[in-house]
């Protein structure tokens, strides 16, 4: 599970609880930046079930007693579901704020992403795609793989819809995000929810289809987007039992919308931190409504914590989604094991942070001690800021010798894919050579031959069957 809150809420004099339930995948489950995109199985990354569940209890009179503290008259239910963009891709650290785009046109690619979405129909019923990506930029590549594929398919039972998120608000015009739902508005009233009245044996209503959400995590414009689904679906919902009039709105209601906001807030919150590191961004809106200057310098911090966290944290962080997830099987023998504590990279690579970090402090002490003679220290500061300078360059040439990877699967195919697609750069792989090819790290390749060979002593990959 990935989130749960539960609120009692109260309108009109009517007892609600409030609850939202997110139930992420065991499949594809990983960090933001190690697990993208859809795999061999049809299984794609960061893939979660987000039900928002209304229990009401029966009206009562004035001074009259409820017939039992566990009695809802009626039950009321709304899924979504959210999951990585289902093509082969991924952004490869290379210590650069923004990663290495890549998108793998393999020939599986069509086939997974229907078994995909064929899948999720037989699940949930009509499947509604609402793509969040960029149309320009670095996204852009990604969005039209997607849309071609989609297109290519032709599934009777998916409809695709995209929404230009950062255009439709851009100048903090969050409120534009009611564009998407005037869109979807028709097909959501199609679909229905799910309604189960206590004085009836079989639901009085079903859900027959689902709007899946993504952008390019899945994580803060989507989050804001169920967000706002969710709050049409349960206006309707009120107005439909009678508690609302016509024409009512949920923030009408500051007590009952607060608490709706923030617990929305805190499920996108919740699912951020496991899989990107750090809090959902653009949370202020969710949580009041509004965007702010001051929810805007918090995205910033939370940014940089990201970048921080998912380049030189993620690696022992993956290891253990695949231990617990069962992607990586451990068998008996610690002695295989050596590999995974120890740095198997070159001895300059491992000496060039230390030499940076010495310069830094020479830098400093030489600022900071007492001064014998100015022309001395002209040379002194050139010798260590070149020095500083020097290391600082050869760290961002060879940028991925220095980012933490997973060590159980590490993604070694996806680092150096060189099939046919589209990639938007090919940084921190060291100094190319006459052909323009990078070379390969030695030692990250011989991690990955090492698996292999210890596959009998130390485990192996396998496929998750329950």
């Not at 793998?104 to 949930?124: F, G, P, S, V």
């Not at 508005?185 to 993504?214: I, M, S």
């Not at 500083?388 to 961002?396: D, G, K, R, W």
Request: hydrophobic share 40%; with cysteine; aromatic share 12%.
């Amino acid at each position: 599970m990935a989130a749960f809150d539960m609120r009692p809420v109260f309108i009109h004099g009517r007892h609600m609880q409030l609850c939202l339930i997110s139930r992420r995948s065991r499949f594809r489950s990983g960090t933001r930046y190690f697990r993208r995109g859809i795999d061999h199985e049809g299984h794609v990354a960061n893939f979660n079930e987000t039900e928002q569940l209304l229990l009401v209890e029966g009206p009562t009179t004035p001074g009259a007693q409820r017939i039992s503290t566990n009695f809802f008259a009626t039950k009321l239910s709304f899924v979504q579901i959210r999951g990585s963009i289902p093509v082969f891709w991924a952004e490869v650290n290379t210590l650069r704020y923004k990663p290495d785009l890549q998108i793998m046109d393999l020939q599986d690619t069509a086939n997974m992403m229907k078994k995909h979405l064929q899948e999720q129909a037989l699940i949930y019923g009509n499947q509604y795609l609402v793509s969040l990506v960029n149309h320009k930029g670095y996204e852009q590549p990604l969005k039209e793989a997607y849309e071609r594929h989609v297109t290519e398919l032709n599934l009777a039972n998916v409809r695709y819809q995209y929404f230009d998120f950062h255009n439709e608000c851009k100048n903090m015009r969050w409120d534009r995000i009611s564009v998407l739902t005037d869109i979807l508005k028709d097909d959501l009233e199609k679909e229905g929810y799910f309604q189960l009245d206590a004085t009836q044996p079989k639901p009085l209503k079903l859900q027959h289809g689902v709007v899946r959400t993504n952008c390019m995590d899945n994580l803060d414009r989507t989050n804001v987007v169920q967000g706002a689904l969710a709050k049409f679906t349960i206006n309707k919902q009120l107005v439909d039992l009678g508690i609302l009039p016509l024409g009512a709105k949920v923030d009408d209601y500051e007590a009952f919308s607060k608490d709706l906001r923030e617990m929305w807030a805190d499920h996108g919150d919740a699912i951020a931190t496991a899989y990107g590191g750090s809090g959902a961004l653009k949370s202020d809106f969710t949580r009041t409504n509004k965007r702010t200057k001051k929810g805007a310098l918090e995205d910033g911090a939370k940014s940089v914590l990201r970048y921080l966290k998912n380049n030189y944290f993620d690696g022992a962080r993956q290891d253990a989604f695949d231990l617990v997830t069962g992607a990586w099987i451990p068998r008996k023998n610690p002695a295989a094991a050596m590999f995974l504590v120890t740095d198997a990279r070159p001895l300059i690579t491992r000496s060039v942070p230390l030499i940076a970090s010495f310069s830094l402090f020479m830098i400093c002490a030489g600022l900071t001690l007492p001064r014998s003679s100015d022309y001395s220290l002209f040379y002194y500061f050139m010798l260590w800021f070149s020095l500083l300078a020097a290391a600082l360059v050869f760290i961002l040439i060879h940028g991925i010798d220095y980012v933490s990877w997973p060590r159980l699967i590490p993604p070694t195919d996806v680092i150096y894919y060189s099939g046919p697609g589209y990639r938007s750069g090919n940084h921190g792989k060291g100094l190319k050579d006459n052909f323009g090819v990078a070379k390969r790290s030695k030692w990250l390749g011989t991690t990955r031959t090492r698996v292999g060979a210890d596959q009998i002593e130390l485990g192996e990959m396998k496929k998750r069957v329950d």
